[in-house]
């Protein structure tokens, strides 16, 4: 085992710039007495995985409700993908992603799935975006605020591996500026008047700067919204609430009220 993991832990970082004489390698490595047990377990779920496909049930291994998931848990030395965006303050940023103990191939390529081999899958705010077999991207055109990056790793025949039923993954979180103005909200969050009181009690709803949050306010009579500091006022009334749309710029901790019940139903806090 202590072969392996020195073949599989040298590997792969040769295999950064020489990729086709490291893919070589990784195959000796396979083959190799030490390396079977990886294939064989690798096998065994793509097994497992054609016969879900066909309808039936097997028992006796472990299962994951999502069979797009090949699970590497049994494999010696997992791989794992690590990520640093960097936004550029002109609506894009920069991935950077480490990768241990994956060799990336060609989006195309074809054969058996390995278990240290694929590529990359980014999604941004859980939609995919691009498909990766190399570890420096640029994100453009994104829409201002916090946007959540993921890239994972992918076998060669577009599924996911796994470990113990989670994706391989890493993720980060984005503020981006200079972008295009967001359309939608990317935090949001609702409010109940009812009868005088704000249903579940007064709440503090936390953000960061440079989010864009819509606040939906119900009541069961007529009055106004304000938004202290922010100074946004709308109109509430039975079947019309009012929705608040705010670019969390100003930093603090601010009141809104009902204008002329005058009682606070809700404070925003931005941090
Ligand atoms: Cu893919």
Do not use: W
């Not at 959540?148 to 591996?161: C, G, P």
């Not at 709803?205 to 939906?216: C, H, R």
Request: include cysteine; proline fraction near 4%.
């Amino acid at each position: 085992m202590i072969d392996l993991k020195e073949k599989f832990t040298g590997g792969p970082r040769r295999v950064i710039s020489f990729f086709f004489i490291s893919s070589v390698l990784l195959i000796a490595a396979c083959g190799s007495e030490n390396g079977n047990s990886d294939i064989a377990a690798l096998e065994d779920k793509n097994e497992e995985t054609d016969h879900d496909h066909s309808g039936h049930d097997h028992g006796g291994h472990d299962h994951h409700s999502d069979e797009d998931l090949i699970d590497l848990s049994s494999v010696t030395d997992p791989p794992n993908v690590s990520l640093i965006a960097t936004p550029d303050n002109q609506g894009g940023v920069r991935l950077e992603i480490e990768l241990d103990n994956f060799e990336l191939v060609p989006l195309d390529a074809k054969g058996e799935n390995q278990p240290r081999e694929g590529h990359l899958h980014v999604e941004l705010d859980g939609k995919m975006v691009a498909m990766l077999s190399e570890k420096n991207h640029y994100l453009s055109d994104l829409s201002n605020g916090h946007h959540e990056i993921a890239v994972s790793l992918s076998a060669t025949d577009h599924r996911s591996f796994s470990l113990n039923g989670e994706l391989i993954e890493d993720t980060a979180i984005v503020m981006i500026s200079g972008g295009s103005k967001a359309e939608v909200p990317n935090v949001s969050f609702e409010v109940e008047i009812l009868e005088g009181k704000v249903k579940d009690g007064l709440s503090r709803f936390e953000v960061s700067k440079g989010d864009l949050v819509e606040i939906t306010v119900y009541s069961d009579k007529s009055d106004e919204v304000h938004l202290h500091v922010y100074d946004n006022m709308v109109n509430v009334g039975p079947g019309t609430p009012a929705v608040i749309n705010v670019e969390a710029t100003i930093p603090g901790i601010f009141e809104a009220e009902l204008h002329s019940a005058g009682f606070r139903i809700f404070e925003l806090q931005v941090s």
